[in-house]
């Protein structure tokens, strides 16, 4: 742990409040996902095949604002937009607490979700502004670590809360939120990556297909689509285990939130250790790895739904994403303009966009049909996805090294070091 220090201090400030949001955002999921189903299908009185459509709502807001406003970081500047979509989802979060009923519910997450769209990827963005890119994996790990952290609060927060009311995680989530979109009023300096640094690139390329690269990317767009398969799956496990823990009378609302609290503890001590470790194995390897331990986790869920099934599938889940999570974005980085870095990064979030709609909707529906159902349906698609995204990113890697010319490149210095 004595890596943490040295790494902090050696980031400029608009990274570490980048980092500084992303803790905030973790915080609010862990505080919210995990209890959502829970009071759904409690408080709210929603059926269980139901609760995956509303995911798929607040994902649906991302999916439907990305096209629109997925690259607009790169137009006005990296500060608005961190600004607004954190006081935005913040807001959403808090509305939850007032509102009732099914179709309330699906258009403030629809909403909230259109703010969250511009979220992640501007951070990971502003982050990229500033540090080298071939430090790129290890800050990209450390935005995990930043998260997850804010992943065991978020939980152990929501736990505590759940004992009186699973609608107050709402006022938690987004209160945090809040807070982190009044630090970056506050303190968040732009770091200049936006359109006015190169006013003729973005005035070659205006309408939606300058705001998804995807359309335009080949490369990039194979490379989403093996993201999108394998994250669904992995999905399952954050979706259905609620349900799956709760229905067996393993655990209770709080144990849930303390099981993803302790995930999201193992990802804080172990992500920068395995970071390490993976910058000196291929893609495909971290992509298999990643899948053989996914698969091992559905195989002790559809075996048992025991406590010990549990912990052991959440951490080997958490192991799973600690090798690929760094992994892709570093990917997708790689492959972008510098003028179009945000766009590109908001590209990638609509697969995680896709994931959160699709995963919920169909682990819960299969959920519905059988309690077992998910786990058996996910081993065959993990390892199919496993393999995709291991080729893909590494076809990517290789169109996008170095000729001759520009080896000396940054960008082109950070794919070779990665790979």
Known sequence: MTIFPSSWRGLPRPALLGLFLFFCAGFADGALVPFFPLWASGEANIPTGAIGLLFACYAGGELIAAPLIGGIA???????????????????????????????????????????????????????????????????????????????????????????????????????????????????????????????????EEGLSALLPAFRDGRLAKLLAWVVLFEISGNWIEAVIPLYAQDAGTLTPSGVGALFAYAAALTVGLQMLVSRFAEVRSALWLTVGAGISTIAAFALLATSPAMISLIAAVSLCAVAQMLVGPLVPTAVNALAPASRRASYMAASSVAVDLKDSLGPSIGTALYALAPRLPWIAGIPLVAIASLGLGAAIGRAQTISSPSEEDAASPVGSMVENYR
């Open 74 to 204: 790169d137009r006005i500047g990296r500060r608005p937009v961190l600004i607004l979509s954190s006081l935005g989802v913040g807001c959403g979060f808090i509305a939850l607490f007032f509102v009732h009923g099914v179709v309330a519910t699906a258009a403030v997450l629809l909403v909230t979700g259109m703010c969250e769209s511009v979220l992640h990827p501007t951070i990971l963005t502003a982050i990229a502004d500033v540090t080298e890119p071939s430090a790129h994996p290890r800050w990209f790990g450390m935005a995990r670590v930043s998260s997850s952290a804010g992943q065991i609060l978020g939980p152990a927060c929501g736990a505590l809360l759940a004992l009186v009311s699973l609608s107050g995680v709402f006022l938690a989530a987004g209160g945090m939120l809040v807070l982190g979109g009044v630090v970056m009023l506050v303190a968040f300096a732009e770091t200049g990556g936006h359109a006015a640094g190169h006013p003729d690139e973005v005035e070659d």
